[in-house]
């Protein structure tokens, strides 16, 4: 124990307000509630124009997500046929929720970076090779790679996830109707923004940039306080590196951005320090390992790892797979070496 002061409030952890905020010329902030791990809501950002607006990311496949949409779009002043497009970061449900819905009651178009694609879209991206298929299908309560315990999922949610693989249109699994490429360009709120594909929390994450005024739509691949998840239940090797090049991709930049606007939590500005800072997060979980494996001086599973890693609270199926992502990680890199206990991986410090 240390203090008893309490811990300041994450701005992504706020419970979603009414607030509707012009943040960016011509785009508004609003909040949709989400109540999922780490979160309060979830930002829609609306981008007016002459045809009428743009949102993106519009919130949970839930009633009271759709409700709050709904009240928002009206306090705005936007009937709902006047919603043209609809741009979705990365395929989250507290994304892509109301997507479907929104493109059945106005036409809009949704937008999304290529590779976009949900646990239970029975239609692949284009590009997408066979293993990489195979590895998006993963079920979440298969026993993952690393040989540890299958994720806990209740039978209520088993089924669910049974019968939206079966029937996709029942979970308003959204179809994209525009498949956006590195650096192709859209017109929304009057001016063009930029497709910048930012793979690593997941595969067909995107950013959208305007550099008319330096405005970046940041999802959830850089965030005012947190980290995004990074999982390792993932068909790429090292989906860590894929983010660190995404988070060098946007600070490389970030001089010319003036605010980001995240899915979660308050628009910020000097988005090349909340780059740096990210990275240093993960070079101190990377440290903590290699000084764990050398602690201990003996290999270890995946799960023994996370619980260095992680507080007991934060335990569990997505606290092993994050931590799986790092030791493939340093694997890849030559400082690790794995190997496979009777389908246990375990990982130890080379010397
Ligand atoms: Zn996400
Ligand atoms: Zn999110």
Redesign the pocket.
């Known amino acids: 124990m240390t203090d008893a002061a309490p811990r300041p409030v994450k701005s992504e952890q706020l419970q979603a307000t009414d607030e509707i905020v012009e943040v960016a010329p011509g785009v508004l902030r609003t909040q949709l509630p989400a109540n999922i791990t780490g979160?309060g809501h979830?930002n829609m950002y609306v981008m007016e124009d002459e045809r009428g607006v743009a949102v993106v990311d519009p919130g949970l496949p839930t009633k009271e997500s759709w409700t709050a949409l709904t009240e928002r779009l009206s306090r705005i002043g936007v009937p709902m046929k006047r919603v043209h497009s609809v741009i979705v970061t990365h395929s989250?449900p507290?994304?892509y929720g109301g997507a479907a819905r929104l493109r059945a009651e106005s036409g809009a178009d949704i937008i999304t970076h290529r590779l976009f694609r949900t646990f239970y879209d029975p239609t692949e991206p284009p590009d997408v090779d066979a293993e990489e298929l195979a590895l998006m299908m993963r079920s979440p309560f298969d026993a993952p790679p690393w040989g540890g315990p299958a994720m806990d999922v209740p039978w209520q949610r088993r089924v669910r996830l049974a019968v939206g693989r079966k029937f996709p249109k029942l979970m308003r699994v959204p179809t994209p109707s525009v498949r956006l490429n590195e650096t192709d360009r859209m017109k929304f709120a009057r001016r063009d923004w930029m497709a910048v594909h930012t793979p690593g929390h997941t595969h067909d994450h995107l950013c959208l940039f305007d550099p008319e005024t330096g405005t970046l739509l940041s999802g959830?691949h850089v965030l005012p306080t947190i980290t995004p998840h990074i999982s390792g239940l993932t068909a790429h090797g090292d989906p860590l590196t894929l983010f660190f090049d995404s988070l060098d991709k946007i600070g490389n930049f970030a001089n010319q951005i003036s605010i980001a606007l995240p899915?979660?939590g308050t628009p910020f500005d000097n988005v090349g320090g909340r780059v740096q800072a990210i990275k240093e997060h993960h070079f101190e979980r990377l440290q903590k390992l290699r000084d764990t494996s050398a602690d201990l001086s003996r290999p270890a599973s995946v799960m023994e790892f996370a619980t260095h890693l992680f507080s007991p609270r934060a335990q569990g199926a997505m606290a092993d797979s994050e931590a799986f992502a790092h030791l493939e990680h340093l694997r890849i890199l030559g400082d690790f070496e794995r190997r496979d206990n009777s389908g246990v991986f375990e990982y130890v410090l080379k010397d």
């Open positions: 979160l979830v989250h507290d994304h959830d899915a979660h």
